[in-house]
T-cell receptor, first 115, second 117 residues
């Protein structure tokens, strides 16, 4: 089955600790994205990557870091610098071309709670 | 600055009737629009999209209408079914040749649709 796998589904972190959220896709998609969802708000873009070894900041990148060493993987690290890390984190991927627009496919999400 | 707005946080519709979800945008550069459906604690799933060169796109019970002059789009669900109860997000993107069709999406805040049996 092709899809996007995020792990773990639930994650607890102590204040001041860094934590890494995993995102793996076997859809052979070039582009991958990280979004954050807070109650009453839409999804906000944290980071995105169009190709391996390249990524760009989204609208709320402060306190986060990413890497894209492999096409299939796009891990997100929530650092201690992120002031409000408790949220629902969603990873997505897409495979558009210059001629064809396409939708983004989402994983099931990781709920991060800072305790 | 909220570029994509869904002004109705919630909507209740009787089963079998039409559900109409609305979305407004401010960025005139948006040229591709999508609707996603989301259940609690799950990732959004794609429903339907529309390019700015069209004013209507239909897929089964779902139809999206785009009014570019008003910067407004709507999703119609006919007939509404209990399984349609979820949060619906409107999203939009701007084409950039350097992104090879993989543009980042800007989302609205969502509308919670409840279908009453």
């Amino acid at each position: 089955d092709g899809g996007i796998t995020q792990s773990p589904k639930y994650l607890f972190r102590k204040e001041g600790q860094n934590v890494t959220l995993s995102c793996e896709q076997n859809l052979n998609h070039d582009a991958m994205y990280w979004y954050r969802q807070d109650p009453g708000q839409g999804l906000r873009l944290i980071y995105y990557s169009q190709i391996v070894n390249d990524f760009q900041k989204g609208d709320i990148a402060e306190g986060y870091s990413v890497s894209r060493e492999k096409k299939e993987s796009f891990p997100l690290t929530v650092t201690s610098a992120q002031k409000n890390p408790t949220a629902f984190y969603l990873c997505a991927s897409s495979s558009g071309t210059s001629r064809t627009r396409t939708e983004a496919f989402f994983g099931q999400g990781t709920r991060l709670t800072v305790v | 600055d909220q570029q994509v707005k869904q002004n109705s946080p919630s909507l209740s519709v009787q089963e079998g009737r039409i559900s109409i979800l609305n979305c407004d945008y401010t960025n005139s550069m948006f040229d591709y629009f999508l609707w996603y459906k989301k259940y609690p604690a799950e990732g959004p799933t794609f429903l339907i999209s529309i390019s700015s060169i069209k004013d209507k796109n239909e897929d089964g019970r779902f139809t999206v209408f785009l009014n570019k002059s008003a910067k407004h789009l709507s999703l119609h669900i006919v007939p509404s079914q209990p399984g349609d109860s979820a949060v619906y997000f409107c999203a939009a993107s701007v084409y950039a040749i350097s992104n090879f069709g993989n543009e980042k999406l800007t989302f609205g805040t969502g509308t919670r649709l409840t279908i009453i049996p």
